[in-house]
């Protein structure tokens, strides 16, 4: 195992690396980096496994014969350098063609999860000018109610329409990749906040070279594992680091089309010998909640584990040591970035429970008050990106959408957290969820990790609600374990719970127990929604009062 600091000293030079990475970028192709680099061995691509739990096995070969064969289709319907093309897919070998075939021709990939409705999937389109949309049977109805929707390719497809298969079977087998620079952009990404529609960003050929790096240093791929990314490629993280960074390297990727359940989870590590796994805690969580059922037919198996999306709670590293007998690291990254900040599997140094760990070598990433001005450790602030001693750091800003996330040379994540004396540092909350009560600044994510670690908890979200008294009164909504029932006695045992893990001023005065909580399609937790909501019930308790 490498370590840390050695390999972080490789760029201390921030211009002098960066030079030398755009000597490497001057001509690139996403296709050939992901694809045609690796053809000639016979190296295994990619492992699809439908729902029925049958699989299909495809080669760097194979791929690249069928990405170069639509990307002929895609050229006839006028795709050029730079164009969008849009993909509306389950996680299928159609998928991973379409990606590779748009990235052949120098074009630009733009991803559309399954589970978006009809306007989102249009706000998306409308945005990206997208000249061609790749979708399947299941998902073809969506865009009967896009308006300005354009051409559609599909998997059984309808008559009169492109059929994918047909088109690919009749297309030639040769066509030479786009060579583009290293700024030029291979995918149109879409990031929302907790208000307004949600904003494309274009991400540049050269950061296939940070997907490498958290690939390498961070997820730990070795040659001999056996990969599985639980993300699916319609959001950041899957795209990112189940599609381009593994397939950058040489690696295989896995894709599991069907739902994510317990059964199939452990089927697969079993079946296919799994032993290094990415997903998010809210898949964790969901694996712990079944126990012995899920961890004793794969106890052993997982050589790491890996978790992004949200803060990883420290009662999920415990249950994955204790029932796994495997190191499970938390991961911190934003859609804008790819992952930053990470406890690193391939690297050497310290980790503690509830760090979100140290930058990724390339990175240089501090802690910033409201002023602008660098904190030391042990004083909350906002997580930032020192762009000028960052080399391998690629946003740029937002697709003709206008930002104040950049001050000076830094990039403001929005994140609050905090600066440990070793150099790692930990997640506190986003910036409009940390709770100011009685005069104490609170991070939810602390007050939700201690509400799980008691066996009725499957999950808890924790919010500050407005309180003339102290500004704001901690309330968390508790998803309770099966068979549990939510009671006073309960309320009070949780509260007392907290106050023993914490501090007298953490505890959620108010608790209220549901069935589920709000998240996002992939799967991060929404606070805000609860926020708004309970500010809601407040407002209209008070008009009802003056009225009264």
Same mark, same amino acid.
């Given at each position: ?68 064969? $639509? ?27 379409? @990606? ?93 906040? =907790? ?57 295989? =990727? ?5 739902? $994510? ?7 697969? @590590?079993?079946? $296919? ?53 495997? =190191? ?29 760990? $140290? ?190």
């Amino acid at each position: 195992m490498r370590n840390y600091a050695e390999a972080a000293r490789a760029f201390d030079h921030a211009q002098a690396a960066a030079d030398a990475l755009q000597g490497d970028l001057s001509a690139l192709n996403a296709c050939v980096e992901c694809c045609d680099r690796h053809v000639g061995s016979d190296k295994l691509a990619l492992l699809w496994v439908n729902r029925d739990g049958e699989s299909q096995p495809f080669t760097f070969d194979t791929l690249c014969e069928q990405a170069a064969r $639509f990307a002929n289709v895609l050229k006839a319907q006028g795709v050029k350098a730079g164009d969008r093309v849009a993909g509306l897919m389950p996680r299928t070998p159609q998928l991973l063609v379409t @990606i590779l075939a748009t990235w052949r021709l120098g074009a630009v990939y733009q991803p559309l999860f399954t589970a978006f409705g009809p306007k989102a999937i249009e706000h998306r389109l409308e945005q990206s000018g997208a000249k061609v949309v790749v979708t399947d049977s299941q998902n073809r109805a969506k865009l009967d109610e896009v308006h300005g929707c354009p051409t559609i390719i599909s998997v059984h497809a309808r008559a009169g329409e492109l059929d994918f298969q047909q088109s690919l079977d009749g297309a030639a087998e040769h066509c030479p990749p786009v060579m583009r620079t290293g700024d030029d952009p291979f995918l149109l990404m879409f990031t929302s906040g =907790t208000t307004g529609p949600a904003k494309p960003l274009e991400v540049p050929l050269r950061a296939i070279v940070a997907f490498q790096g958290y690939m390498r240093d961070a997820i730990d791929l070795r040659p001999k594992d056996n990969f599985w990314n639980l993300a699916d490629p319609g959001w950041a993280y899957g795209l990112y680091y189940a599609v381009t960074g593994p397939l950058a390297l040489g690696h295989a =990727t896995t894709f599991y089309d069907g739902p $994510f359940s317990v059964e199939s989870c452990a089927r697969i @590590i079993d079946k $296919f010998g799994i032993t290094n796994l990415a997903g998010s805690p809210t898949a964790y969580r969901l694996l712990i909640a079944a126990g012995s059922e899920f961890s004793a037919p794969i106890k052993g198996r997982l050589r790491v584990v890996s978790s992004a999306g949200e803060p990883l709670n420290p009662e999920v590293i415990r249950w994955f040591a204790d029932e796994l007998g495997v =190191t499970i690291h938390d991961h911190y990254g934003q859609t804008e970035l790819g992952m930053v900040l990470c406890n690193h599997h391939g690297l050497e140094h310290p980790v503690h429970l509830g760090s979100a760990g $140290f930058a990724i070598p390339g990175h240089r990433i501090v802690v910033l008050d409201e002023q602008g001005a660098e904190l030391p450790p042990g004083q909350p602030g906002i997580l930032a990106v020192d762009r000028e001693q960052s080399p391998l750091c690629w946003f740029g800003g937002y697709h003709g959408v206008p930002t104040k996330a950049f001050v000076g040379k830094y990039y403001l994540s929005g994140d609050t957290v905090e600066l440990n004396a070793d150099g790692s540092i930990s997640f506190v909350g986003r910036s409009d969820d940390v709770i100011t009560t009685s005069g104490y600044r609170v991070g939810p994510f602390d007050v939700e990790s201690a509400l799980i670690e008691h066996p009725a908890v499957v999950e808890a979200a924790v919010v500050g609600k407005p309180d003339p008294e102290r500004t704001e009164l901690i309330k968390a909504f508790v998803v309770l374990a099966k068979g549990v029932e939510g009671t006073p006695e309960l309320e009070e045992t949780l509260r007392q719970h907290v106050r023993k893990r914490l501090y007298a001023h953490a505890y959620p005065r108010e608790i209220e127990f549901v069935s589920e909580l709000p998240k996002t399609p992939s799967g991060k937790l929404q606070r805000f929604i609860l926020r708004n909501q309970e500010i809601a019930k407040q407002q209209a308790q008070l008009a009802a009062h003056a009225s009264a």
